[in-house]
């Protein structure tokens, strides 16, 4: 084996030790991230923190809208490096409860504002309003992606920014269907669809990030 496939081969786990004993483990938001796991509740990878963390910095938007709360993990991370105001949405009863319990906990109920309720119908409703985001986090339901993808260019100011998570869907998407199972066909077909789509948009300059379990960044171009 070469010198670079086995630095390739490196397990995951040992890297992101490394990484965490470089920062001395003092990530401030460690017990939602054990909860999280504990409770088996998706929330994004320490690489999509780390990445995400540093867009918002270089970025600074005065308004976040995420899609997909959760317990609000990436809420609170998001409202600790930018002054922005964030708009969060999630539709699952028990989650909505432990988000707010968190936002209580660490003081960001000001900060943060939870609708609850889904995300389609969200959507509509911020486009009626006229709302305009500057950075847009999609991290919910992947199957719909491509269905929100139009509600979600209407809402985003020029410029503004959309950082998507796990387009990869546990690397399904990178698969010939044939070799997916018949369930999570139209999963596959989606995603796929929502790649092309965000990369083949001329409205958005997109790329494609293999970080986690696939990231994609679409900048919104400045239509003047
Ligand atoms: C991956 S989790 C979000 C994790 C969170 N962003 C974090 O990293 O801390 C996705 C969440 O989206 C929610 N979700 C999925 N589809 C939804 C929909 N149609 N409307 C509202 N919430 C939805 C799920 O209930 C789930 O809690």
Request: hydrophobic share 35%.
């Amino acid at each position: 084996m070469s010198y670079r496939q086995k630095k390739s081969d490196i397990d995951r786990d040992r890297v992101l030790d490394f990484i965490n004993s470089v920062y001395k483990n003092d990530e401030k938001y460690i017990d939602l991230r054990e909860y999280a796991k504990e409770n088996n509740i998706p929330i994004i990878s320490e690489s999509v923190r780390d990445l995400l963390f540093v867009v918002l910095e270089v970025k600074k938007p005065k308004t976040i809208l995420e899609l997909g709360t959760a317990i609000g993990y990436s809420s609170l991370l998001m409202s600790e490096c930018t002054d922005s105001s964030i708009t969060t949405v999630e539709n699952y009863e028990e989650r909505i409860i432990k988000a707010k319990e968190n936002f209580i906990k660490y003081d960001k109920k000001n900060k943060i504002k939870l609708i609850e309720g889904d995300i389609s119908e969200v959507l509509i409703d911020l486009e009626k309003e006229n709302k305009k985001f500057d950075f847009v986090f999609l991290d919910a339901a992947k199957g719909q992606y491509i269905k929100w993808l139009p509600h979600i260019k209407n809402i985003m100011s020029d410029e503004s920014l959309l950082f998507s998570d796990n387009i990869f869907h546990n690397n399904d998407v990178l698969e010939s269907r044939y070799l997916i199972q018949k369930r999570d066909r139209t999963i596959h077909k989606n995603m796929r669809e929502f790649i092309y789509s965000i990369v083949s948009d001329s409205e958005f300059m997109t790329k494609i990030i293999n970080v986690g379990d696939g990231i994609s960044i679409s900048i919104k171009k400045n239509e003047k």
